[in-house]
């Protein structure tokens, strides 16, 4: 199975790259400050200007 990890899902191109990743059956994780509105992403909340919130967000991508 596929996986896209794409930071800045909740609008614009990110939203957008992640619509089009769920079509090609790919799992999808959104990592950003706000939740992406698609359906089906998994949100992971992380601010990528904190080394903490990364390692955290990492910490559950390996689960």
């Given at each position: 199975?596929?996986?896209?990890?794409?930071?800045?899902?909740?609008?614009?191109?990110?939203?957008?790259?992640?619509?089009?990743?769920?079509?090609?059956?790919?799992?999808?994780?959104?990592?950003?400050r706000r939740p992406c509105p698609v359906?089906?992403?998994?949100?992971?909340?992380?601010?990528?200007s904190s080394a903490e919130a990364i390692?955290?967000?990492?910490?559950?991508?390996?689960?």
């Amino acid at each position: 199975m596929n996986t896209a990890i794409i930071t800045g899902a909740s609008v614009g191109i990110g939203e957008a790259a992640a619509s089009a990743f769920l079509a090609d059956g790919y799992t999808v994780y959104n990592l950003s400050r706000r939740p992406c509105p698609v359906p089906g992403v998994s949100n992971i909340a992380c601010d990528l200007s904190s080394a903490e919130a990364i390692n955290s967000a990492c910490d559950v991508l390996s689960d």
